[in-house]
């Protein structure tokens, strides 16, 4: 089935917009999910890192730089 949707407000556009980009889905999977759920226009806000789970890349250089974090001064526990 196909719709075609006139007069889609500004901000509702940039929401819709956004949310494919941030979780790299299509405009047209993001709508249809939107409208499954029956979510209001307004996306609701969220602080969770949940776009970041599966990306972590193992980095030589990287844990040689923080590897002093790992040693406990004993001195500064004292």
Do not use: C
């Not at 940039?14 to 709508?31: F, G, H, M, P, W």
């Not at 209001?40 to 002093?68: C, K, M, N, Q, S």
Request: charged share 30%; aromatic share 6%; glycine share 2%.
């Amino acid at each position: 089935m196909q719709y075609t949707i006139r007069a889609v407000p500004s901000a509702i556009d940039r929401a819709l917009r956004q949310i494919a980009k941030r979780e790299a889905k299509s405009l047209n999977t993001v709508v249809v999910e939107a409208l499954a759920r029956g979510v209001d226009a307004v996306p609701t806000a969220h602080a969770d890192l949940d776009h970041l789970i599966g990306t972590w890349e193992d980095d030589p250089d990287f844990d040689r730089a923080v590897a002093d974090f790992q040693r406990i001064d004993d001195e500064a526990w004292k």
